[in-house]
């Protein structure tokens, strides 16, 4: 049985939120808007088995034709994402240096991400667009100093990122990367959200990103270097977790900056981010227009 999937959108002039079916939308917030304005609201509530049964049998509103994807949490108090997680990404800096002994981070803005099936924008300040796919996690309840043992009852549910970097841009200063992860409309997040249930459902995802059809990043969350429930319990230690904070949770060996020469994204091509369970995260890449 495939999981439900709640995503947020725009249609005609409307932001809106609805659940995504096979066959169209069936629109949420027309119902549930006065006590869930977003879908933040139903995260923090803990509120998607009330809506599933509130419209259940319902047939969709209008097809997917008419929709607009936009991220899913509309204005997340925090984004975070964990830089060097995978084994093989590691190893990638060619440093001679083990795995740390705690994560990476970086904060990124809701404004660098766009939605599902919309290109991501190339700047004219560099040709080096790069992507990262990522299984990312959205807090349903809040908290500070989280234990590892009851992580992952904050998470209130799961998602996509193809977290878009402007390669020399993350290189322009000593020790940060902020601007080069922070380019307008540069990373993409969604489909929408996978409501969380159980751990089955993180344990073993397996993650793939495509560029034209082409594999190019392939791993496991099983074999993630810090494991969700470590992710939460550091972050949780210097900064409270609230309802509909995104953590990005890290990319495998792959992207475009490891290839010799490297291999920037263009305009034409189209980026996919695949994960068991979550989705397919589908963008195209264009250029910015003044």
């Known amino acids: 049985m495939s999981h439900p999937r709640f995503a947020s959108f725009t249609t005609g002039k409307r932001h809106a939120y609805g659940l995504i079916t096979e066959t169209g939308v069936i629109d949420l917030s027309a119902r549930f808007g006065a006590r869930y304005p ?10 998607f088995d009330e809506l599933l049964e509130a419209v259940a049998g319902h047939q969709p509103d209008f097809p997917l034709s008419e929709i607009t994807y936009e991220i899913p949490i509309p204005a997340p108090e925090k984004i975070i994402c964990v830089g060097v997680n995978f084994p093989d990404r590691n190893e990638e800096y060619k440093d001679g240096q083990a ?8 904060i ?3 404004r660098s991400f766009t939605g599902h099936d919309r290109p991501l924008i190339r700047p004219p300040e560099s040709p080096q667009l790069d992507y990262e796919g990522e299984v990312t996690i959205v807090i349903g309840k809040g908290g500070r100093r989280i234990s590892e043992a009851d992580a992952l009852d904050h998470i209130a549910a799961l998602t996509l990122c ?33 409501p969380y249930k159980d751990e089955s459902q993180l344990a073993d995802i397996k993650l793939e990103t ?25 972050i949780s230690t210097f900064t409270t977790l609230v309802p509909g904070d995104v953590i990005v949770c890290g990319t495998p060996t792959g992207a475009g ?11 034409g091509d189209v980026v996919e981010v695949e994960a068991e369970g979550i989705g397919l995260l589908r963008n195209t890449i264009a250029d910015e227009v003044f």
Request: charge should be positive; proline fraction near 8%; hydrophobic fraction near 40%.
């Open 38 to 47: 977003t879908l933040r609201e139903v995260v923090e509530a803990n509120a």
């Open 99 to 106: 795995a740390p002994a705690n994560p990476s981070l970086f």
């Open 108 to 110: 990124r803005f809701p």
């Open 162 to 194: 193809n977290e878009g970097t402007i390669r020399d841009w993350v290189r322009h200063a000593k020790f940060n990367v902020t601007q080069g992860k922070n380019f307008d409309a540069t990373g993409s997040i969604g489909p929408w959200l996978v």
């Open 210 to 234: 495509r560029v034209n059809g082409e594999v190019r990043q392939q791993d496991r969350t099983s074999r993630m270097i810090f494991s969700f429930r470590k992710i939460i319990n550091y």
């Open 257 to 267: 900056a490891r290839f010799d020469p490297p291999i920037w994204l263009k305009p």
